[in-house]
């Protein structure tokens, strides 16, 4: 079964930047997770998907963050513009129906530092 | 918001060795789940223990709950190196599709 896959998996930008991930979940996972994670910390969930539908996002910056997932499926994350903060690992996962009984799978993650 | 909390924040041991690591939190809950992050597979999901139990095992992982203090433990038996790694506990929180993360254990097993 293939995994949660995320590209890329570096990225470097200047501040004020624009950047975006992509996240395949596994095939059939109806839910999809982004997570931030600053280096020492724990996960982080900045958005959290139902099929197409957002079911917590409660704590994306909406300012400057920004995610979609079309026909439920893929997904990207943007952040315009980015500051320095913004510097942490982007985690997608991505679980089966989404109750907090599933595991949750998590992809490589994307290292994002932001000069 | 963060709910668990990890202790302690780092541990070190030599191979062979048990390793013991637990998890606080703060409000009561349904369930409580451990995951292991290191660099050569990322975050990988451990074991899940639900409130009505008290001691789950895989492997050479034991994991008790002990809901009247609010505390889980997750114990490494003989470790090798390749349980170096973060070891983090997930808790859920208001709703049945939240989970909330602790910072996490830092293990290093010595050779």
């Known amino acids: 079964e293939a995994g949660v896959a995320q590209s890329p998996r570096y990225k470097i930008i200047e501040k004020r930047q624009s950047v975006a991930f992509w996240c395949n979940p596994i095939s059939g996972h109806a839910t999809l997770y982004w997570y931030q994670q600053i280096l020492g910390q724990g996960p982080k969930l900045l958005i959290q998907f139902q099929n197409n539908g957002v079911v917590d996002d409660s704590q994306l910056p909406k300012d400057r963050f920004s995610a979609e997932r079309l026909k439920g499926v893929d997904s990207t994350l943007k952040i315009q513009p980015a500051k320095l903060e913004d510097s942490a690992v982007y985690l997608c996962a991505s679980s089966f129906s989404g109750r907090n009984t599933d595991t949750q799978y998590f992809g490589p993650g994307t290292r994002l530092t932001v000069l | 918001s963060q709910q668990g909390e990890e202790d302690p924040q780092a541990l070190s041991i030599q191979e062979g060795e048990n390793a013991t690591m637990n998890c606080s939190y703060k409000?009561?809950?349904?369930?409580l789940q451990w995951y292991r992050q290191n660099s050569g597979r990322g975050l990988v999901h451990l074991i899940l223990i639900r409130s009505n139990e008290r001691e789950k095992h895989s492997g050479r992982l034991r994991v008790t709950l002990d809901t009247s203090k609010k505390s889980s433990s997750l114990l490494i038996t003989a470790s090798r190196a390749a349980d170096t790694a973060s070891y983090f506990c997930a808790t859920d929180g208001d709703s049945n599709y939240q989970l909330i993360w602790g910072a996490g254990t830092k293990l290093i097993i010595k050779p």
């Open positions: 409000t009561s809950i349904n369930n």
